[in-house]
Every structure is written in C-alpha cells, then in structure tokens.
C-alpha cells in the first residue's frame, strides 16, 4: 500500500470537546492528561479520539471498524515504531475482516478516509479500495460506494469522491467517477451516478402506489386536494 494513502492526512485541529476539557482533580486541563500527552507524540492518538468522540464510543460498531483502518494505516507510516508495525498491522487488518464478517461493514485500509468519519448504523456497508473520503462524513447503513460494472481500466480513476460535511441517507448508491460535494445530502435510497454540487441535496422520486382496482391508495396527507376546492376547504381537511 502507498503509505501516502493514509487517515492522518488532515491537518483539521482536534475540537476541543473531543480532548475532555472537564478539569481533573489536580487541576490539570483534561480528565486525561496522560492521553494529552500520548497525542503530542502519536498524532494517531488525537484522530482515535476524535472518531471514538463523533461515533458515539468505543463499543460502536462504527468506531470499531474506523479504529481499525486508522491503525492499519498507522501501522504502515513512518509514525509508527518498527516494534509496533508487523503486530499493531496484523491485528488491524484481522479487525477489518471481523468488521466485515460481524458487522457488515467492508472498509478496505486502503480507502482514504478523512476525520470525524462517522458510520452511523452497521450492515451492508460496502466501500471501493480507492474511494476517497473527506472530513466529517456520515454513512448510514446499507450504503454502497463503488465502481461501475462499465468501467475499464484503472479503477482508481473511476471511483466516487466524498467530500467533507457530506451526509449518505440508509441504502443509497454511488458509483462511478462521481464527486458527492461539501455538504451535500444524498436521501435514503438515492442511487447518484452523476457529480452532486456542495450543498446540492438529491433524493429519489416519490413512488405512486395503486390498488388492484386503480384506486390510490396514498395515505390523505400524500393525496393533493381538487383543483376547485377552495383554500378554506383545504385548509380543513
């Protein structure tokens, strides 16, 4: 793997709800000093934070499975002590392959994932090798993020690009060579096979359901009033 292909890309400021600024009782600034000062010296340690922090805690799925990749990629990076690597690789890599068999969740070390990443829900969550993804995602579950089948040659050129801020809804789809943009939200069950601009929003079409007979069988709230109804009488209903 390129070694440049790494988590602790970000040069984001650890936030300081993440650092426990609850004094301690000797007064020092944080309930964790001896974390504080692990972090100055393995940045990995502020990042781990960080996720465990936007996660929800270390017995998440989510955080488990992200603890993993980041520590995959640690293991490879000049940061880390020759002693750690072989180990500290081996056991993160197992820890991905468990997060895909227990969880659901398939996150290769390879994908390069931002800070703050957040895997909402577990199952059916599929991530390309060469998937980027920025800083502060949400990912909910049942989300696919891949390449074509149409697509030939180097996949890497041809894989979605998630940037910061963005939001993916429970079973949305996005593949191809395809930028989701800073912000964006992308509705439940929404396949995106096309760029989404930064703030865009996209959603799938709202089906129509009808009975045997025809009927429509939306619920009265879906159901548009008569055009020669007057705004009082729509208003009552």
């Not at 955080?63 to 293991?75: E, K, M, V």
């Not at 599929?126 to 074509?148: A, C, E, M, S, Y």
């Amino acid at each position: 793997m390129n070694t440049s292909n790494t988590s602790l890309r970000s040069l984001t400021p650890v936030p300081q709800d993440t650092q426990n600024p609850t004094p301690a009782k000797d007064g020092s600034s944080s309930r964790h000093p001896w974390a504080d000062e692990l972090g100055k010296r393995y940045p990995i340690v502020n990042v781990l934070r960080e996720d465990r922090h936007r996660n929800g805690g270390i017995r998440t799925p989510g955080f488990q499975t992200i603890a993993c990749h980041r520590l995959a990629n640690w293991a490879e990076s000049d940061e880390a002590p020759k002693a750690l690597r072989a180990p500290v690789g081996r056991m993160a890599r197992a820890g991905l392959l468990v997060a895909r068999g227990v969880y659901g969740i398939e996150l290769p070390a390879s994908v390069v994932l931002g800070r703050r990443v957040k895997v909402a829900h577990q199952s059916g969550i599929i991530v390309h090798p060469d998937v980027v993804i920025g800083d502060d995602v949400l990912i909910r579950q049942n989300v696919t993020i891949g390449l074509r089948e149409d697509i030939q040659g180097d996949a890497s050129e041809h894989v979605p690009r998630i940037r910061s801020g963005a939001s993916l809804g429970a079973g949305a789809v996005v593949v191809g060579p395809v930028v989701v943009g800073e912000g964006a939200v992308i509705g439940a069950n929404t396949v995106v096979t096309r760029d989404v601009p930064d703030g865009g929003t996209v959603s799938p079409p709202r089906s129509i359901i009808r009975g045997p007979s025809g009927t429509d069988t939306r619920g009265e709230h879906d159901r548009k009033p008569p055009s020669d109804s007057s705004p009082a009488d729509r208003a009552g209903k």
